[in-house]
């Protein structure tokens, strides 16, 4: 982890120089309110606001808010035109949820929203009309976990404050937002809301000003409504299949605001002691239900009835795993980098090392950016540092320009129908990932 803070750190610089579902969870009843508020924008949606001085937190910052398109699917502005890659906005049932396949509905706000866009889209790329202002809300809480942990307190506000006005009074929030007309997808997961959870905790154990108190017991209401008699939480209101990513995810929610709250009033007669409660009973269920054995080493997979593997679960479980004190932990990142990693190949003029997304032979043989950072965060919070993991890293580090913009999102682009899209444009989930390994990796699972 040194040697990569280090060369992140010298990069960087230059860059400067160079300028069983609860019966309210399932109910169908008349959509409901978004909350509303006033949203305290950030630079540079605000030229008095001071800029942040790392130059991959003011890319992310520039990604806030929609992009103008006209009619032909151009930017009014032009930009050059350059070759890029990045991951499948994928954070549906696991991994499986791609870009193409989301569709805005009416919304009743009008108007643009302060959120992050998941993409820079090439002007001249067909989707580019089409997802150009498409935000995930996980995106979103990702960047304001990345702002929190690195001290950018007026950048985590500006989209914090934006989730909370869009939260719904049930606590839940859409799945994605069109940040230019402010219309929802209008599918929740309860993945996006876990992680929606996990910002705001993260904000309120540094600031400790209740700010968004009241945003994190909403989402907190909402999945603890969402759980099975196991424990367990559902993927959303509209399904039943059960993924082990939203359950790391929830579960790890519930405990970090269970030690931040501890007997304390969250929101909704919500306490921190209901909340480890929560978190007992999903992480006994998780380590029973959806990890297996395999010799010496072990592994997580896709979730209850779907024996695929992804990358994404053996990083965050892994970790989840280290905080329960359970000798796993060291087991599935070993599997992690007996099967998932990838070794260097130069695709154009980079030299791409790392992980792909999911293990087996019918898998796509891509290297996953996000995935990739995640794996290196994982093996050094478990005091595993990888020496090919780091170099990985780096490698995608160096597709940044120093970070005057956002790092390509895999070795080369893939849509496939059964694992997922891997759209070939930079990603703001990774340059998020990159920004709290920067910040030394503690901002999340902490």
Known sequence: MRRFALALVSL?????????????????????????????????RDQSDQAPDNPLAQWLAKQVGPVP????????????????????????????????????????????????????IPTTDASYSRLANLSWTYDNALAAIAFTDLGYKEQAQQLLDQLKALQLNDGSLAFAYD?????????????????????????????????????????AKYLLASRRTDGLVLGGPDVQWVSTQHNLLAAEFFREAGVEYGR?????????????????????AITSKLILQAGTQAFFVEGIDDARIPLDVQTLGSVFLKLRGDARATQVASWMQSNLYQSPRTVGSILWSGFKPFAGSTAPNVIWSEGTIQADWALNRLGAGSSPADDAVLSILSTTNGGLIGPMGADHAVDDRAWGEFPS?????AGSWLLILYGGGDGLFT
């Open 179 to 219: 940040v230019k007309t402010g219309a929802s997808s209008g599918q929740i997961r309860s993945n996006a809301l876990a992680w929606v959870g996990l910002a705001g905790v993260a904000y309120e154990r540094r600031y400790g000003n209740g700010r968004y108190n009241g945003l994190t017991a909403g989402v």
């Open 69 to 120: 398109v006209n009619a032909s699917g151009k930017k009014k502005t032009r930009t050059p035109a350059r070759s890029v890659v990045a991951r499948a906005a994928a954070h549906g049932s696991g991994t499986t949820t791609s870009a193409s396949s989301v569709s805005f509905g009416s919304t009743n706000t009008a108007g643009s929203l302060l959120l992050v866009r998941s993409f820079e």
């Open 425 to 429: 444009w930079p990603t703001s989930a």
């Open 12 to 44: 960087l610089v230059v860059a400067v120089a160079v300028p069983a579902v609860a019966p309210a969870a399932r109910s169908k009843k008349k959509p409901e309110h978004r909350h509303g508020g006033s949203v305290d924008r950030a630079w540079p």
């Open 264 to 284: 304390n009033v969250i929101g909704s007669s919500i306490t921190g002691t209901a909340m480890t409660t929560a978190y007992t009973t999903a992480g006994n």
